[in-house]
């Protein structure tokens, strides 16, 4: 090839490129930007941001440090070997124990503000069993000493106090007033990382059976709660105090959206018994209760479950003396809707003790009211709670179970009481229509479709001229160290004659 040749081909390269250089600069020119932020109106603001709000709420809630000494009693790690005491003899220390070590536990949580002059609530789990305890305000500077006034671990709730005036107290409301869809904020020290406040809303009211206090009645939330936002505010839209934050459910321990808080209604009735009568002091009926099943609700001729039946009433108990029996169903108590068990024996558990309460029951299809004195709920006891020689066995028409008459040795075998009275079941097939019901060994039957049962051999006969498609029990029964009375009702369709 020719220099003539090379000449221009070297020519048409730098063409290109220069005309590609051209492309690139004229495709990616800088854009301009405008670096000026839109005007937004106040108006437009507090509809599109909760800033306003969380500004004002935010300084009333609090950090909590909590600390305790725990003294722990440490073994010699070779006094579990006789090699070593035979050869080396025993440790320093009585029986081979070193003197107690002490080790600081500190834990990390939130509180709130709720009067001017010091008073924060928090969750009880928060502050149980320290040492001390130390309040941290929001401005990241001020640090209070907290004096525990009181606590309440039947809710998780508990109040404390510190030396300071003219503090920044939250705004509280009518936590009855929350419904399902609610807007909420939850704000706490989140995982120690600082104060923190996440958005949901109240999934939830009125949650209960969950295990994790004796009274519950929680505000379930989506809003993110994690560690260290116990004890911190549940607010709604406009920052007011809708609940105490407490608890999650996680399978990780970080939060899946399943978050509760106490209710500040019940927080507040917690507070104002503490401040009151320096502890809290529950009603009680002293009656058991027990759900009511469809089955139930069918056998005591009740249109829906609505309601708490009555498995025990002792004649001496504040219920008794008002005339309420066993196979009574509460339906109302003081002018409120009972809807199931758990919900009678919180709002029991709400009232002080000889208060005077309108209780109205159902009895035979027929509604009655009564007043009742409630008594005194003893320690930390729920108000209502859920619940000579062997003689001749029989098998009775509950198929697959079998009954005896109560003698001393079945008495105690199975620890029961000398005032009950019945049959003892000896054993229940399983599979059967009775071990479905939740009949079990040890149980006695008191009473068949509502007739008292005096032996092993009138439950026989009761069982087999019963009626109908179910049988309806009454037995007493022991779970652990507790006992009771309790009802079921057993398919009566398939039985063995």
Known sequence: ??????????????????GSSAIAK????????????????REVKAATSYAPVVKTVAQSVVTIYSSRVIKEQTMH????????????????????????????????????????NGFILTANHVVEGADEVKVGLSDGKTEYVAKIVGNDPQT???????????????????????EVGDTVLAIGNTLGVGQTVTMGIASAVGRGGLGITDYEDFIQTDAAINMGNSGGALVDAEGRLVGINTAILS??????GVGFAVPVNMARLVMERLLNDGEIKRGALGVLIQPLTPDLAKSFGLPDQSGALISSAPADSPAGKAGIKEGDVIVEFNGKKVDDSRQLRLMVSQCAPE??????????GKSRTVTVTLGELPGDQAGISSGGERGQQDLDALDGVEVADIDSRTRRQFEIPGSVKGAIVMSVDDGSNAAEAGLRPGDVILEIDRKPVTDSAAAVEMADNAKGDRILLRVWSRDGEQSGTRYITVNNSKRVK
């Open 156 to 178: 998780d709730i508990a109040l404390l106090k510190v030396d300071a005036r003219n503090l920044p107290a939250i705004t509280l409301t009518d936590s009855e007033k929350l």
């Open 251 to 256: 399978r990780t321990g970080g939060n899946m």
């Open 26 to 41: 004229e495709k990616y020119a800088m854009p301009i930007l405008k670096d000026q932020p839109a005007a937004v109106s």
């Open 77 to 116: 790690p070779f006094m579990d070997d006789p090699m070593f005491r035979r050869f080396f003899g025993e440790p320093p220390g009585r029986g081979g124990r070193r003197a107690p070590r002490e080790r600081k536990a500190e834990g990390l949580g939130s509180g709130v503000i709720v009067s001017e």
């Open 355 to 364: 208060t005077k309460a309108s209780v109205k029951f159902i009895r035979d």
């Open 1 to 18: 090839m020719n220099s003539a040749w090379l000449g221009a081909i070297g020519g048409l390269l730098v063409a290109l490129c220069a």
